[in-house]
C-alpha cells in the first residue's frame, strides 16, 4: 500500500495510550479545548492503570502530621540517589493538589472518620527525613488504580476527547528538522494503517513488564511507545533498573500490594521468622521493595523458603481480622482466593518477588518533554514530543520507585505535558509537513509480517525470550551471567527477523499485533540486559554481586542506551529546584 | 480436555462454526485463558481480547458453556466437557470470541457516568463519611465487561433503547454519591418505556457478574428514588 492511499486524519495532540498517564494528560489538554486524539491498543480502561491497588503517595497529613520534603527524601533515597531531585521536588509538591483533583473528579477514596481521604503506611515512607513510619498513601480499598483510571476515562468522555479504540501505534512520523509530527497506526478491527497527524505527540504506553517471564503486568505491558522512541532515533534511559516487587503470588505473578504490609501484614520464612528484621531492623517489612525483594531472594536461597520446593516465603495478615481485610483489602483477598487457593483471612500467601515496574524508558524533564544529549546540552528537548508514566523516565523513581509513587507520577506529570502542550500549540499554530519516507518505513514494519513460509512462532520466541531475561537479568547480577544474557538475547533478536505469522487475515488479527510486540520486546530486552552488563556497581533494583557497593563516584549517572548498541551517560539532576539537596548517603532502612 | 471455541473470520468464512480442539497437561489451577493461549500457540489465528489476567481489566468476557465470565478467572477444572467457549451474546460478532462493543460502551456514556458538582470547588477533598463512601462499594468494582448486559435479555432485544445492566448500575454509582449534584438530571435522563424500566427483574445481570456485583439492585435502587422524586 502506497502512503498516499492510507487515510490521514489530524489533530492538534495526538496522545498514546490511554491509561493514567494519557488520560490524565488527555483531560488537562481537553480542557483547555486542543483538538484531543488518544490511541489506545485497548479501551481505555483495560490499561494497565486499572490493575494498581495500594494507592498514591501525597502528604495529605489525614492521618499523622506530613510534609511534602519528607515525601521528596524519602523518594531520593528510594531511589538510591539516581533520580532527580528537580522533579521529585516537582512531583511531591504538587501531589497534594493532585489528589484533591482526583478526588474531585469522582474517585472514590476510602474515608477517615472525618470524611478526609483514607492513607496507610507504604515502604519507604518515614517523617521527619528519615524518622518513624509515615502514613502517606492515599488509597481507595486496594483498587486504587481502577477508581482512578475509570475517573479519568470518564471526565475524558464528558470533555470530548477523541478515542481511537484498539489502535495499535506503528512508528513516529518525523520532518527532517527533528519535529515529532504523530505516528503511523493500525486499526485491530479492520487492519487498515491510519496516519494521525497532529502537532505533538505525547507517549504513555506503560512500562515492559512482560520482558520478564514471572511478572504482576498485563499482556499488554510490551514497551510500545519506549520501542518507538528507540527505532525513532532517540536513546533509552536507565533500562538496567527493573523493579522486582516483593509480593508476587508465587509461581503465577499477581501482584499482592504492599498495602497489605502497610496495613501490619508481615513476611515469613520456613521457620516461621519474621526475617526483615534481620535485613531492615527499622523499617522491617516497609522497607524499599528493592531491600524486601532482595531479602526473600536470600532466605529462599539460603533454604529458609516454604512450600515442597523451599521456593517462596509467606505474607501472613490473618492476626489484621476479617473486617479490615474486608475493608481495606477485598481485592487482594478475592486474588489470593481465585490464584493461591487461600483465604488471607485464615492462612497466609505465598508470594515471591516478581518483576513488576520500568523505572527506564524515554528521557523526559519535568514537563513531559522527551530530551536527548545534543551538541547544546545532555537534555535538549526533541520538538513535539513528549513521554509521561511508566514508559517515561524522568526520572523521579531513579534505581528503585517507592510504592506509592507510580499512581502519583502518572497524574503529575500526565497534567504537567498537558500543559506543556498547550503552552506549544500557542506557538506551533499548522501543522507541519512530516517526511513521507517515515509512513513507507512504518508500512515496511507491518509488511514484514506478510512473508509466508517457514519460520519461528512468535509465542516460541517471546517464551525464550522472558526465560532468558528471567535467567540472566534478574534480582541478582553478575558479569559472567549478564555477558551470557547478552549473546543469548542478540542472538534472539536475529532469529526474530525470520519468525513467520500462519494467520494473514485483517480484521481483529492479534498474532500480528503480537508479532509487533515481540519487536518492541526484543528491542528492549537487549537494551536492559546491555546496561545491566554495563553498569558495575549495585545500585537499588540492580544488584551486581560482582560489584556489591554503590559507587557514586564513577556510576551516579544516568545510562542512555542507543539502537546502534552505543551506551552514554549523563549526570543525575541533583539541584533540586527551591531546597536543598539531598547528599548520597548509605541507604539503610 | 475437549474445548469446542467458537471461530469465525469474516473474510474466509461465509457463518460462523464450532471448532474443536483438545489438549492435555494442565497444570492445576489453570484458567481457561491459559487454554485458550495453548490454543493460540497452535493455531494463532485464534483472536480473543485478554489483557491483565487476574480479573481487573475487564477485556476477556466471554461465554463458557452458556454462561458469560471472564476467561482469566475461570478455573478449568469447574468446567465439564466439552467446554464451549463462544462470544457473549446479542452484541455483533468481529471475529472469533470478538464482539463489537459499541452499543454498550454508548450506553454507558448515555447515563453521564462523571461525577458532577454545580457548587464551587474547595480547596481541599470533598468530606464523606465512611458510611457514605460505604454506599458505593459494590458499585464502583464494575470493570466494563459486558458480562452483565450481554446476558440481559432486554438488553438483546433493545440494545439502542435499553440502558443496560452495566449502565444503569453506574448511574446508581453517581446517584448514591455523596459528593454529586445531578440527582434530577440523571433521573430525568432515564425516564420513559425503555432507558430504566425495560429492566424485569430477571437477574441474570448479577447472576453472571464475575466481580459479584448486582445491578438488579441498583436498578431497584433507581426505581425507588425516581418514584420518591415524583411525589
Given at each position: 500500500m502506497s502512503a498516499l492511499n492510507i487515510?490521514?486524519?489530524?489533530?492538534?495532540?495526538l496522545v498514546i495510550g490511554a491509561g493514567g498517564g494519557g488520560l490524565r494528560a488527555a483531560l488537562q489538554m481537553a480542557e483547555a479545548e486542543a483538538n484531543v486524539a488518544v490511541v489506545s491498543k485497548v479501551f481505555p480502561t483495560r490499561s494497565h492503570t486499572v490493575a494498581a491497588q495500594g494507592g498514591m503517595n501525597a502528604a495529605l497529613g489525614n492521618v499523622m502530621p506530613d510534609n511534602w520534603h519528607w515525601h521528596m527524601y524519602d523518594t531520593v533515597k528510594g531511589s538510591d540517589y539516581l533520580g532527580d531531585q528537580d522533579a521529585i521536588e516537582y512531583m511531591c509538591r504538587a501531589a497534594s493538589h493532585l489528589v484533591v483533583e482526583l478526588e474531585h473528579a469522582g474517585v472514590p477514596f476510602s474515608r477517615l472518620a472525618n470524611g478526609k481521604i483514607y492513607q496507610r503506611a507504604f515502604g519507604g515512607q518515614s517523617r521527619d527525613f528519615g524518622g518513624e513510619q509515615a502514613a502517606r498513601t492515599c488509597a481507595a480499598a486496594d483498587r486504587t488504580?481502577?477508581?482512578?483510571?475509570?475517573?479519568?476515562?470518564?471526565?475524558?468522555?464528558?470533555?470530548?476527547?477523541?478515542?481511537?479504540?484498539?489502535?495499535?501505534?506503528?512508528?513516529?512520523?518525523?520532518?527532517?528538522?527533528?519535529?515529532?509530527?504523530g505516528a503511523v497506526v493500525l486499526c485491530i478491527e479492520t487492519g487498515e494503517p491510519l496516519i494521525i497527524e497532529a502537532k505533538t505527540t505525547l507517549l504513555a504506553t506503560g512500562g515492559v513488564g512482560q520482558l520478564f517471564r514471572t511478572n504482576t503486568n498485563a499482556r499488554i505491558n510490551t514497551g510500545?511507545?519506549?520501542?518507538?522512541?528507540?527505532?525513532?532515533?532517540?536513546?533509552v534511559q536507565d533500562m538496567e533498573f527493573f523493579q522486582f516487587h516483593p509480593t508476587g503470588i508465587a509461581g503465577k505473578g499477581m501482584l499482592i500490594t504492599e498495602g497489605v504490609r502497610g496495613e501490619g501484614g508481615y513476611l515469613t520464612n520456613k521457620n516461621g521468622e519474621r526475617f526483615m528484621e534481620?535485613?531492615?531492623?527499622?523499617?522491617?517489612?516497609?522497607?524499599?521493595?528493592?531491600?524486601?525483594?532482595?531479602?526473600?531472594?536470600?532466605?529462599?536461597?539460603?533454604?529458609?523458603?516454604?512450600?515442597?520446593?523451599?521456593?517462596?516465603?509467606?505474607?501472613?495478615?490473618?492476626?489484621?481480622?476479617?473486617?479490615?481485610?474486608?475493608?481495606?483489602?477485598?481485592?487482594?483477598?478475592?486474588?489470593?482466593?481465585?490464584?493461591?487457593?487461600?483465604?488471607?483471612?485464615?492462612?497466609?500467601?505465598?508470594?515471591?518477588?516478581?518483576?513488576?515496574?520500568?523505572?527506564?524508558?524515554?528521557?523526559?524533564?519535568?514537563?513531559?518533554?522527551?530530551?536527548?544529549?545534543?551538541?547544546?546540552?545532555?537534555?535538549?528537548p526533541i520538538p513535539g514530543l513528549y513521554a509521561v508514566g511508566e514508559c517515561a523516565c524522568v526520572s523521579v523513581h531513579g534505581a528503585n520507585r517507592l510504592g506509592g509513587n507510580s499512581l502519583l507520577d502518572i497524574v503529575v506529570f500526565g497534567r504537567a505535558a498537558g500543559n506543556h502542550v498547550i503552552e506549544y500549540l500557542?506557538?506551533?499554530?499548522?501543522?507541519?509537513?512530516?517526511?513521507?519516507?517515515?509512513?513507507?518505513?512504518?508500512?515496511?514494519?507491518?509488511?514484514?509480517?506478510?512473508?509466508?513460509?517457514?519460520?519461528?512462532?512468535?509465542?516460541?520466541?517471546?517464551?525464550?525470550l522472558q526465560k532468558a531475561m528471567e535467567q540472566y537479568c534478574g534480582v541478582f547480577r553478575t558479569r559472567d551471567i549478564l555477558s551470557e544474557g547478552v549473546e543469548k538475547v542478540r542472538g534472539l533478536v536475529a532469529r526474530t527477523k525470520d519468525a513467520r505469522l500462519k494467520d494473514q487475515s485483517k480484521v481483529f488479527n492479534t498474532a500480528r499485533i503480537e508479532a509487533l510486540e515481540l519487536e518492541n520486546l526484543m528491542g528492549l530486552g537487549l537494551a536492559t540486559v546491555e546496561c545491566a552488563l554495563a553498569r558495575e556497581e549495585s545500585r537499588g533494583a540492580h544488584s551486581r554481586v560482582d560489584y556489591p557497593e554503590r559507587d557514586d563516584e564513577h556510576w551516579m549517572k544516568h545510562s542512555l542506551y542507543h539502537t546502534d548498541g552505543r551506551i552514554e551517560y549523563k549526570p543525575v539532576r541533583t539541584k533540586p529546584m527551591t531546597v536543598d539537596s539531598f547528599p548520597p548517603k548509605p541507604r539503610v532502612y | 480436555m475437549r474445548f469446542l471455541i467458537h471461530r469465525y473470520n469474516p473474510e474466509i468464512d461465509k457463518k460462523p462454526h464450532m471448532q474443536e480442539y483438545t489438549l492435555d497437561g494442565f497444570h492445576s489451577g489453570d484458567m481457561l485463558l491459559d487454554?485458550?493461549?495453548?490454543?493460540?500457540?497452535?493455531?494463532?489465528?485464534?483472536?480473543?481480547?485478554?489483557?491483565?489476567?487476574?480479573?481487573?481489566?475487564?477485556s476477556d468476557a466471554m461465554n463458557i458453556n452458556g454462561r458469560n465470565g471472564l476467561a482469566c478467572i475461570t478455573p478449568l477444572k469447574s468446567l465439564k466437557e466439552p467446554v464451549e467457549v463462544r462470544p457473549v451474546p446479542g452484541l455483533p460478532i468481529v471475529r472469533d470470541l470478538v464482539v463489537d462493543m459499541r452499543q454498550f460502551y454508548h450506553q454507558y456514556r448515555s447515563v453521564k457516568p462523571w461525577l458532577t458538582v454545580h457548587d464551587p470547588e474547595p480547596e481541599t477533598e470533598y468530606l464523606q463519611t465512611p458510611e457514605q463512601r460505604d454506599q458505593l462499594d459494590g458499585l464502583y468494582e464494575c470493570i466494563l465487561c459486558g458480562a452483565c448486559s450481554t446476558a440481559c435479555p432486554s438488553f438483546w432485544w433493545n440494545p439502542d433503547k435499553f440502558r443496560g445492566p452495566a449502565a444503569l448500575l453506574q448511574s446508581w454509582r453517581f446517584l448514591a454519591d455523596s459528593r454529586d449534584q445531578a440527582t434530577a438530571e440523571r433521573l430525568e435522563e432515564l425516564e420513559g418505556a425503555y432507558r430504566l424500566f425495560r429492566c424485569h427483574s430477571i437477574m441474570n445481570c448479577m447472576d453472571v457478574c464475575p466481580k459479584g456485583l448486582n445491578p438488579t439492585k441498583a436498578i431497584g435502587n433507581i426505581k425507588k428514588m425516581m418514584l420518591k422524586h415524583l411525589v
Open positions: 487515510e490521514r486524519r489530524q489533530f492538534d495532540t488504580g481502577h477508581a482512578i483510571l475509570h475517573a479519568l476515562y470518564q471526565q475524558n468522555i464528558r470533555a470530548k476527547t477523541h478515542f481511537f479504540d484498539e489502535y495499535f501505534a506503528i512508528d513516529l512520523l518525523k520532518d527532517d528538522d527533528g519535529y515529532i509530527l510500545d511507545g519506549i520501542a518507538m522512541a528507540l527505532r525513532a532515533g532517540i536513546p534481620r535485613y531492615a531492623p527499622h523499617a522491617k517489612d516497609l522497607a524499599s521493595r528493592d531491600v524486601v525483594s532482595r531479602a526473600i531472594a536470600i532466605e529462599v536461597r539460603e533454604g529458609r523458603g516454604c512450600g515442597l520446593n523451599a521456593d517462596h516465603v509467606m505474607l501472613k495478615l490473618d492476626h489484621l481480622g476479617p473486617d479490615v481485610i474486608k475493608k481495606r483489602l477485598p481485592g487482594i483477598r478475592d486474588m489470593a482466593m481465585t490464584f493461591a487457593h487461600v483465604d488471607p483471612i485464615e492462612t497466609a500467601i505465598p508470594v515471591f518477588p516478581t518483576a513488576h515496574y520500568t523505572m527506564g524508558g524515554i528521557p523526559a524533564n519535568r514537563y513531559g518533554q522527551v530530551v536527548v544529549p545534543l551538541a547544546q546540552s545532555a537534555e535538549e500557542k506557538e506551533n499554530r499548522y501543522h507541519r509537513p512530516f517526511n513521507e519516507s517515515m509512513v513507507e518505513e512504518a508500512m515496511k514494519r507491518i509488511g514484514h509480517w506478510q512473508k509466508t513460509g517457514d519460520g519461528e512462532s512468535v509465542d516460541g520466541l517471546r517464551d525464550e | 487454554a485458550l493461549f495453548r490454543i493460540k500457540e497452535e493455531d494463532d489465528s485464534l483472536s480473543f481480547r485478554r489483557s491483565c489476567g487476574e480479573g481487573v481489566c475487564g
